[in-house]
């Protein structure tokens, strides 16, 4: 079973970084594309960006596009989420996925196992 651990969130002032990672286990790393989303309170889980299974190809959303840089290390089954300058807005818990779906994938529901998430805030 795919297990995904989620490190590295916790409070930034507006226009620092921060970077996410996400370790992998129970498969093989390399057959999955992954995803990052966000949510907060009472809000749907929003789509942050993805990459292939190769790391080659990467989407990301309108809002966080220039700002935000999806990696991954298939030696380390580990996948990165480098955030740069930071907005309030930005504020939530963001939670890793993994899918055997090919790229994009957009929708929450394509992705196959997630992680508990970590708790990102971004002070004004």
């Known amino acids: 079973q795919v297990q995904l651990v989620e490190s590295g969130g916790g409070l930034v002032q507006a226009g620092g970084s921060l970077r996410l990672s996400c370790a992998f286990s129970g498969r093989t790393f390399s057959n999955y594309a992954m995803g990052w989303f966000r949510q907060t309170a009472g809000m749907e889980r929003e789509f942050v960006g993805s990459?292939?299974?190769?790391?080659?190809?990467?989407y990301y959303s309108d809002s966080v596009k220039d700002r935000f840089d999806i990696s991954r290390d298939n030696a380390k089954n580990t996948v990165y989420l480098e955030m740069s300058s930071l907005k309030p807005e930005d504020t939530a818990v963001y939670y890793c996925a993994a899918t055997d779906n090919f790229l994009p994938v957009v929708a929450a529901s394509n992705y196959n196992y997630w992680g508990q998430g970590t708790q990102v805030t971004v002070s004004s």
């Open positions: 990459i292939s299974q190769n790391g080659m190809t990467t």
